[in-house]
């Protein structure tokens, strides 16, 4: 039998799935989760995105955050830590990985802030490049915090650099004002 008790139930799971928010994302057939957990923070999703070079899919990228920001200047001033992830959607080898990041920092900085953050981007480098090919399916998750960066593949640390400079440094490759794909700034900024 069905009661108006059980008519009030089903309408409201169906209005709670209706709302924006509340279910993981997708995009281009990743799931993407709306929170997640980095050491003691909760951290939410301020959007996810494809990245794709010349037609191709490389990964999806999901920008988490402490609290939801439009601007690259709010994420980049937070305190809080905030966590790029990448799901890659294709084999990459270690070179082409760092290359990327590379180039992305050069983009966004003058020949004069790069020459002062050179030990932490061969650091960056070093850890890239240890961690050998990524292949389809493979994640790379980097946690941005007042220390600075710590990289980690499906979940294991593969290493850490210092700074807080140099993290929002390399938050740059996405949000800046040169990012790797400007469609997945947009993206990753909500819009």
Known sequence: MITSTCVRKAALIAALMTVPGLH?????????????????????LNGAGLRSKMFIKV??????VGQKATTPAAIYDSTGPRRMVLRLL???D???L??????????????????DMKGQAEQ????MKSIGKVREGDTIAIDFTADGVAVSQNGEQRGKVPGAGFARALLK??????PADASLKKSLLGS
Do not use: C, F, Q, T
């Open 98 to 115: 760092h290359s990327a990041l590379d180039e992305g920092l050069k983009n966004n900085h003058s020949p004069a802030e790069m020459a």
């Open 90 to 92: 294709r084999d990459l």
């Open 94 to 96: 270690a070179d082409s």
């Open 24 to 44: 993981a994302a997708e995009v281009a057939g990743v799931k993407v989760e709306d929170r997640l957990k980095v050491g003691s923070s909760e951290l939410v």
């Open 173 to 178: 490759v996405w949000l800046g004002d040169k």
């Open 59 to 64: 990964y999806v990228g999901a920008l988490y």
């Open 124 to 127: 960056l480098a070093g850890i």
